[in-house]
């Protein structure tokens, strides 16, 4: 948890996007996965459903807030799951690159190179933003390296 917010602190700040606001999303987003959990397509609940679970969790979570400030933040959860600004798209690229790294970090920590391929297959072509490119293709050949 927070390894988004850790990652994304080492965005270059010349692509386009709020790397502050991409950090405050990416807390935001795993706050509210720490109550409804990680939901991924593979557990039978839909897109609309998870982000209703999400957004409820971030209302509870944000009650005892201010109010302009409950709102903030709800609304940065909301434009995450929208994915329609530069910064939504990169937490999201920042999601899928550390469900990469946190699987080869297992396949190492087991010694079983190549047993978590179907993360790796998921998030083929899926990346937008060109630093974390870089990143996964890296990630993609020291893992290729560690199968040889």
């Known amino acids: 948890m927070y390894r ?3 990652i994304s602190t080492l965005l270059p700040k010349t692509e386009g996007f709020s790397v502050d606001k991409v950090m405050k999303m990416a807390i935001i ?17 839909s897109v609309e459903e998870k982000h ?4 409820a969790a971030m209302q509870s979570i944000c009650e005892p807030l201010p ?4 709102v903030e933040l709800v609304d940065l959860l909301k434009e995450y ?3 329609l600004t530069p910064e939504a ?10 469900m990469i790294l946190q699987a080869f970090e297992y396949e190492t920590q087991a010694e079983h190179p190549g047993w978590l391929e179907e993360f790796f ?10 630093c974390v490119k870089e990143w ?3 990630l993609r050949e020291a893992r290729s390296k560690s199968t040889q």
């Not at 109010?67 to 409950?70: G, M």
């Not at 798209?89 to 550390?98: A, G, P, Q």
Request: aromatic share 6%.
């Open 67 to 70: 109010a302009d400030i409950r």
């Open 29 to 45: 987003h795993d706050l509210a996965e720490c109550i409804v959990g990680d939901l991924t397509p593979y557990c039978g609940v």
């Open 89 to 98: 798209i990169v937490c999201k690229d920042l999601d899928k690159f550390e």
């Open 121 to 130: 297959q998921s998030t083929e072509n899926v990346f937008k933003t060109p």
């Open 81 to 83: 799951d929208a994915q």
């Open 52 to 55: 209703a679970q999400e957004e």
């Open 4 to 6: 988004m917010a850790l």
């Open 136 to 138: 996964v293709t890296a």
